[in-house]
């Protein structure tokens, strides 16, 4: 079987489109067309179908594309291990959400100026999915908010940053006390689906404090641009990216002893590409010790670790 097969019907399933497919892999639909019927006849079975103008993967295709995944993944590292020596292969790493324009950009520039060979796949998701998946070893590692639960034997979890929540309110004279501003303005809440938000809606409810909810949604850049246009205040880890957007917002500690939220790196201890993690948990070391890239929110000191 031809690789470029199982390359082509990855990219079709991931775009949902011949064309984008095409765009992805540089060479012409025809030619995923083409690809995509060869790869249906070896297997004898339907692998997509069109629907309007989309390109959906059939039932035999929807049971087959996580293991086309993994053996285009092999290949990749097969590939790596005899080009030059070193079998680096390819790192999968999830990311969850506001990690993923803050820590994961600084994090692989010092990677790859290690490695300047290796192959990553970043996966996007919540920390409660990507620490599944780790567990699970579809990922090897992944940055993510530290879990509530307890993690599976086969993993590690180092935390990199502590965020305390503050209030985060329009930079303007007035109200500075925390809790009135969480009871009497308009309130932005962070969603409580996400572990940052979880601590915050804990918070208010230990405090007695009934915020006066305008809305709830996950993304804090987001929120910061709203408290920013004046449309509430709101309860946020202390992410250090809000305060050097150049928003009018201003930050304003908890008079309680503040909840926190701690981002790290969880890993497999036994996955086969464990001590690229460690590589990786190395460079995330230096990018948290860096009080330029985190002014809000200082490191954690790792140098005995």
């Keep these: 079987m031809d690789s470029r097969y199982l390359q082509s019907f990855i990219a079709v399933v991931e775009t949902g489109s011949m064309a984008d497919a095409a765009r992805r892999l540089d060479i012409t639909p025809a030619a995923i067309a083409a690809r995509l019927r060869a790869l249906e006849d070896e297997l004898g079975v339907p692998l997509v179908r069109r629907s309007g103008r989309r390109v959906q993967p059939t039932e035999a295709g929807l049971k087959i594309v996580d293991r086309a995944r993994n053996v285009l993944r092999d290949l990749r590292d097969l590939q790596a291990a005899t080009a030059d020596g070193q079998a680096l292969g390819e790192l999968k790493l999830g990311v969850f959400a506001s990690a993923m324009s803050s820590l994961l950009p600084a994090i692989l520039e010092r990677l790859y100026s290690r490695f300047p060979t290796l192959s990553v796949f970043v996966a996007p998701g919540s920390s409660v999915e990507l620490c599944r998946s780790v567990a699970t070893h579809a990922l090897d590692a992944a940055l993510v908010v530290e879990p509530q ?6 993993c590690e979890f180092e935390v990199l940053i502590e965020e305390p ?17 969480l009871g009497e303005e308009p309130f ?3 969603d409580r689906t996400v572990l940052g938000g979880q601590l915050a809606d804990r918070y208010l409810r230990d405090q007695g404090i009934t915020p006066r909810q305008r809305l709830e949604v996950d993304g804090l850049m987001a929120i910061a641009a709203m408290v ?12 250090a990216p809000m305060w050097t957007a150049g928003l009018a917002i201003s930050r304003i500690p908890l008079p309680a002893r503040a909840p926190v939220r701690r ?3 969880i890993w497999s201890r036994q996955g086969p590409r464990a001590m690229l993690a460690q590589a990786l948990l190395e460079q995330a070391r230096q990018v948290c010790r860096q009080p330029d890239l985190w002014p809000g929110a200082p490191a954690l000191d790792h140098s005995g670790a």
């Design 149 to 154: 639960f307890t993690l599976a034997k086969t």
């Design 165 to 181: 929540l503050v209030v985060v309110a329009p930079a303007r004279p007035g109200q500075r006390d925390a809790h009135k501003l």
């Design 188 to 190: 932005i809440r962070y």
């Design 228 to 239: 920013h246009r004046g449309i509430g205040v709101a309860l946020l880890p202390d992410w």
């Design 263 to 265: 981002t790290g790196l």
